[in-house]
């Protein structure tokens, strides 16, 4: 069975860093993309960022572009979003999920992790 | 303001059918990139509902189904549950933006 697990959220001031990792296991890590997408509270689904299995090629949304940094380990088995300039509108849940099908974009997601909750306040 | 256009909310009755429909343009429905939708219950993450238009993944119930046409798609589910209250999205790709695009969702409630 597919499990992603998220961790590393929690309360950062404006302008600060977080990193998220996420944990997967239950299928060969290494052949397939992955990508992150966020929630705000009470909103709908804006996807992120998206790393090709190799981790070579890299994709983001033009409102993290420049501050966020996604990357994975494959020997670990890891996913990473590096979260710099942190802003209040990046507040959110973070999910972790794995693109379906070989090759990166265009794709569909599934599974998704639980989510990590990101809070940028004073 | 999101790239893909879906009612913010629908409902129905049960056993009634209800559609959402999800609006793109010529950059990326009507490019002809796939359209999927997930399902997201309250408090939960989303789940893959329906890829490649019309495909359900196993353990998907034939109440919901899929399809496209020009820049548009639709999400049907008939013989309306209880337990299909949720929020609902449309996702497909954007070839201006180079990225993955989604609808604002709809809240499905069963009256």
């Known amino acids: 069975e597919v499990q992603l697990l998220e961790s590393g959220g929690g309360l950062v001031q404006p302008g600060g860093s977080l990193r998220l990792s996420c944990a997967a296991s239950g299928f060969t890590f290494s052949r397939y993309a992955m990508s992150w997408v966020r929630q705000a509270p009470g909103k709908g689904l804006e996807w992120v960022s998206t790393i090709s299995g190799s981790g070579g090629s890299t994709y983001y949304a033009d409102s993290v572009k420049g501050r966020f940094t996604i990357s994975r380990d494959n020997s670990k088995n890891t996913l990473y979003l590096q979260m710099n300039s942190l802003r209040a509108e990046d507040t959110a849940i973070y999910y972790c999920?794995?693109?379906?099908?070989?090759?990166?974009?265009?794709?569909?997601?599934?599974?998704w992790g639980q989510g990590t909750l990101v809070t940028v306040s004073s | 303001q999101s790239v893909l256009t879906q009612p913010p909310s629908v409902s129905g009755a049960p056993g009634q059918r209800v559609t959402i429909s999800c609006t793109g343009s010529s950059s990326n429905i009507g490019a002809d990139y796939d359209v999927h939708w997930y399902q997201q219950l309250p408090g939960t993450a989303p789940k893959l509902l329906i890829y490649g238009n019309s495909n359900r993944p196993s353990g998907v119930p034939d109440r919901f189904s899929g399809s496209k046409s020009g820049t548009s798609a639709s999400l049907a589910i008939t013989g309306l549950q209880a337990e299909d209250e949720a929020d609902y999205y449309c996702q497909s790709y954007d070839s201006s933006l180079s990225g993955s695009v989604f609808g604002g969702g709809t809240k499905l409630t069963v009256l």
């Open positions: 999920t794995k693109l379906v099908v070989d090759g990166v974009l265009p794709n569909w997601f599934d599974p």
